[in-house]
């Protein structure tokens, strides 16, 4: 039973670039989370998903914006990239109204 | 809004020695309390939860009870192993009817030594 993957692993990016990240969740579960996680920091929610609709959202602008698929796969795009924008982006997943999410191992984006 | 405070780390401990990581947290509402830790290069794995005041919640020795008069959730281990070292993060969680969003505390760093 695969977990959470993402990816790509690790990506290298220059300020003003968009950037595409990619979550699968764990089988069976239809909602995804994304989480921004600077490096000294606990993760910061910046969505969530379920049946291909934002759901909830953290304190990020709208440059941070997101997608799911009827497959519940996600996406999180990141446009007009600026240096703080470098952090751990992990993604995690869980069944709809279940308080447990569970994680992947996350992206690690460098913005140069 | 929500929050959540942890200890400062980093926590050095001898092996064998007893784990206390203290979180105390803010909310609205009646939050569910987590535990996750995350070892070096890899994700969040949650290590134990409580949902509702006076729940003990408890996995691989650890342990920690949901407080709600002194709005703490500690985070204890009689006996850390070197296995244990990672970086733990108090997190909680508030019900809403568009479901469900973690809150994390800035994590503690702990290194056991042999």
């Known amino acids: 039973d695969a977990g959470v993957t993402q990816s790509p692993t690790h990506l290298i990016k220059t300020r003003g670039q968009q950037v595409t990240l990619r979550c699968s969740p764990k089988?069976?579960?239809?909602?995804v989370s994304w989480y921004q996680q600077a490096l000294g920091q606990g993760p910061q929610f910046i969505f969530q998903?379920?049946?291909?609709?934002?759901?909830q959202r953290g304190n990020f602008p709208d440059r941070f914006s997101g997608h799911q698929f009827p497959n519940y796969s996600s996406e999180l795009n990141v446009n007009a990239l600026l240096l703080g924008d470098s952090a751990l982006y992990l993604c995690?997943?869980?069944?709809?109204?279940?308080?447990?999410?569970?994680f992947g191992a996350g992206t690690r984006l460098s913005v140069l | 809004g929500n929050s959540v405070t942890q200890m400062e780390g980093p926590v050095t401990l001898s092996e064998e020695a007893f784990l206390t990581i203290n979180c105390t947290y803010t909310?609205?509402?009646?939050?569910?309390l987590f535990w996750y830790v995350q070892y070096p290069g890899e994700g969040l794995q949650l290590l134990l939860k409580?949902?509702?005041?006076?729940d003990k919640g408890s996995n691989k020795g650890f342990e920690a009870t949901y407080r709600k008069e002194t709005t703490s959730f500690h985070l204890e281990k009689g006996s850390v192993q070197v296995s244990d070292s990672a970086v733990y993060f108090c997190?909680?969680?508030?019900?809403?009817?568009?479901?469900?969003?973690?809150?994390f505390g800035k994590g503690t760093s702990l290194l056991v030594t042999p």
């Open positions: 995690a997943s869980s069944l709809f109204g279940r308080n447990i999410q569970y």
């Open positions: 089988s069976g579960h239809d909602t």
């Open positions: 998903y379920y049946e291909e609709e934002e759901r």
């Open positions: 909310a609205t509402g009646y939050p569910s």
């Open positions: 409580a949902t509702k005041a006076d």
């Open positions: 997190a909680l969680s508030t019900n809403s009817n568009s479901g469900y969003a973690l809150n």
